[in-house]
């Protein structure tokens, strides 16, 4: 139904006549069909808002965690009176929120990739506030690791959340990319190009080659491009206090392998437990990360300060 449509059978819902039965007093027949009418226009209502959120097709350029924040925000929208002004009014301050939702959808795919495998993290030391070190996670920019991708039982191919989680990752470096979608997806490859990937060839899509591994249902994903992996690293970094607001745009690569390296000593003697707490491990990982700096004399410092020269 479109929107002037929907407006105006709203405008006029209260004109509706009330008609009662002879012999029926009014009172009792008023107040339960008022309260019908009232859930009746109450529901009319949120799905006229709700056919304007799906007309922006926002489902496009989202992950679906984020699509599920912003339902569960959505229903003081769906109280408002659905008029022209608040429609342009709600989709003005929607577009206004879309950096917003964009970098929620990185973060969590920084968190999905980070609380997988210690190996698709580094542990770096954030620049001091207070004169007190933070950890920083920062993601490895040759290669991660996934699970979750098995082929369970008579199945020849990924079921349809399997492709799901390939696209939105896709998805994420397309808001990196600035694109709407890449030209080769993930789960196009594993579409129409699952025996190869089946016996083990490294294919290639927009944004990542992948290998898989269907015995235990894991895939391998190497960045084409790591400078994409280290926007990842910086705005994630800057979102959760790790790294100053006016950091440049570029990691250092020497520091980078220098945490690299410490980090690799550090992930020996705590685990993997770190990157689930890392407010309960702080103080042990700091002080394991300054004596392996110590050991090989390199700083796990990823983002030092002289990238603040660059942002100046």
Known sequence: MPVEILIHALHHFDEIKIVVE??????????????RLSASYSELKRAAWISVLNTSDFRKYLTSKVIKQILSDFEPVCSLAFTEANIYGFMQGFAMNQGDFQQQAILNFFDQVVHRYSDNCVLYKSWKSNEKHQIGMALQRRRFILGGFSLDGWRSTLDYFQKLRLQEIDRVMAILDGKNTPQV???DLFEHQMDALRNGQRLSGTYFEVRFYPGIGTIHFFPRD???????????????????????DEVDQAAYKSAEKVN????????????????KYEEEVIELMEKAELEIGQSAEMFPLIGLKKAS
């Open 264 to 279: 690799a000593k550090v992930m020996k003697k705590i685990g993997w437990q770190v990157l689930h707490d890392p407010e």
């Open 22 to 35: 002879d012999g029926m007093p009014f009172e009792e027949r008023l107040d339960p069909l008022h309260k």
């Open 185 to 187: 997806g993930l789960s």
């Open 226 to 248: 790591q400078k994409m992996i280290d926007r990842i690293n910086i705005i994630v970094g800057k979102a959760r206090q790790w790294i100053p607001e006016n950091y440049g």
